[in-house]
């Protein structure tokens, strides 16, 4: 018997829209963060994402920052486009605990990767944020827009549960 939940499935195609995207941006970034050449990837790092070139100290921890998503998110949003366009079926319960614990994994990666691109140290001065205004919207949109997008998913997936 299906629920009412069930029955929208209009919903269940926008998230499986929504996390193909998402996968395919983690890809993305990994390309960037891997060096691309590409005139798209030298205007992304200077719009979105400055830090990922920077001679900074930090900047070999973003770089695997951007790795570490590709590798663990971009293969999760695969999964759940898949599940939410009529994957194999199973226990919802457990997609919901896998959605929560992701999310709790957006949480965590976001900040530590925030921390490290969005301020720096400077001598023994407590942390400041970096001055890059033109890029400081793109970056903290993509960033929350990323935790949020974990989040959402997670609250609808124990909705459907």
């Known amino acids: 018997k299906k629920t009412a939940a069930a029955h929208l499935w209009f919903v269940d195609a926008v998230w499986g829209g929504v996390h193909a995207s998402a996968a395919a941006l983690h890809v993305w970034r990994a ?3 891997l060096g691309c050449a590409a005139p798209a990837a030298a205007q992304w790092r200077a719009a979105v994402e ?11 921890f973003l770089h695997v920052q951007l790795l570490v998503y590709a590798f663990y998110y971009a293969p999760y949003h695969a999964w759940a486009a898949w599940q939410a366009l009529g994957g194999a079926a199973g226990s919802r319960t457990a ?6 614990f992701v ?10 990767y925030a921390v490290g691109a969005g301020w720096e140290w400077r001598g023994y001065a407590p942390l400041v944020p970096r001055e ?21 998913h997670a609250a609808w997936s124990w909705t459907t549960a």
Do not use: H
């Not at 999310?103 to 530590?112: D, H, K, V």
């Open 95 to 100: 997609r919901a605990l896998a959605a929560t």
């Open 50 to 60: 400055p830090r990922v070139p920077a001679d900074a100290p930090s900047a070999g």
């Open 132 to 152: 890059d205004p033109a890029a400081q919207p793109a970056f903290w949109a993509l960033s929350a827009g990323m935790v949020a997008l974990a989040a959402a």
């Open 103 to 112: 999310a709790g994994g957006y949480l965590q990666a976001a900040t530590s």
């Open 31 to 33: 390309v960037v963060a």
